[in-house]
């Protein structure tokens, strides 16, 4: 059972718009930002945003992340067949000392 | 060019231990926090442990404590996860990852990662 709760799956038509969300509390999200991580199939995790909607040099601006209280969401728009991977969002958590995932979000291109 | 290289993998026993070794380059490595997170076969990522660049300050996952050991050689570029005790539920690729942030502060991510190392824990 992952501290963070994220949907175990979500789907899209190419070009479409999807929204992943994540959910936790005031130990983690509610008091810490949040980061998202992309694993396309049989590859490392890569940085996807970082505290909350900040996008690393390189990533598309049809990823963008947002948080509202103890919430956060993964949006992508113009979705690509290659964005088909997995998505995990995760924050750092005061009362465990350490770093919380969400189980992850495998996202489908029909 | 920023790169992490795990390696230490392998097959071993139940109760038995391993160390996990990762070389980085293309950064001071010395700067940074360095963390290890693993993923079990077919399942979600597990923070397992963070030190921060001057090994002052260490934290472990709940599931690993006691039986795993981080450290680091700032001299070598390296960063350690040493594993005793290890049971079944510890399969899993085990990636180094580098740190951008403070640790325990609002903002701690990690923006590289390396290509993961598995580890097998069967008889």
């Known amino acids: 059972q992952s501290v963070l709760t994220q949907p175990s799956s979500a789907s899209g038509t190419p070009g479409q718009r999807v929204t992943i969300s994540c959910s936790g509390s005031?130990?983690?999200?509610?008091?810490?930002?949040v980061n998202w991580y992309q694993q396309l199939p049989g590859t490392a995790p890569k940085l996807l945003i970082y505290?909350?909607?900040q996008r690393p040099s390189g990533v598309p601006d049809r990823f963008s992340g947002s948080k509202s209280g103890t919430s956060a969401s993964l949006a992508i728009s113009g979705l690509q067949s290659e964005d088909e991977a997995d998505y995990y969002c995760?924050?750092?958590?005061?009362?465990?000392?350490?770093?919380?995932f969400g189980g992850g979000t495998k996202l489908t291109v029909v | 060019e920023v790169q992490l290289v795990e390696s230490g993998g392998g097959l071993v026993k139940p109760g038995g231990s391993l160390r996990l070794s990762c070389a980085a380059s293309?950064?001071?490595?010395?700067?940074?926090?360095m963390n290890w997170v693993r993923q079990a076969p077919g399942k979600g990522l597990e923070w397992v442990s963070s030190?921060?660049?001057?090994?002052?300050?260490?934290f472990y996952a709940d599931s690993v404590k006691g039986r795993f050991t981080i450290s680091r050689d700032n001299a070598k570029n390296s960063l350690y996860l040493q594993m005793n005790s290890l049971r079944a539920e510890d399969t899993a690729v085990y990636y180094c990852?580098?740190?951008?942030?403070?640790?325990?502060?609002?903002?701690?991510?990690?923006?590289?990662w390396g290509q993961g190392t598995l580890v097998t824990v069967s008889s």
């Open positions: 990852a580098r740190a951008i942030g403070i640790l325990f502060s609002s903002s701690y991510y990690f923006d590289y």
């Open positions: 293309g950064f001071t490595f010395s700067s940074y926090n």
């Open positions: 030190i921060s660049s001057s090994s002052s300050y260490i």
């Open positions: 005031s130990s983690n999200i509610g008091s810490n930002t």
């Open positions: 505290s909350n909607n």
């Open positions: 995760a924050a750092w958590d005061d009362s465990l000392n350490g770093v919380v």
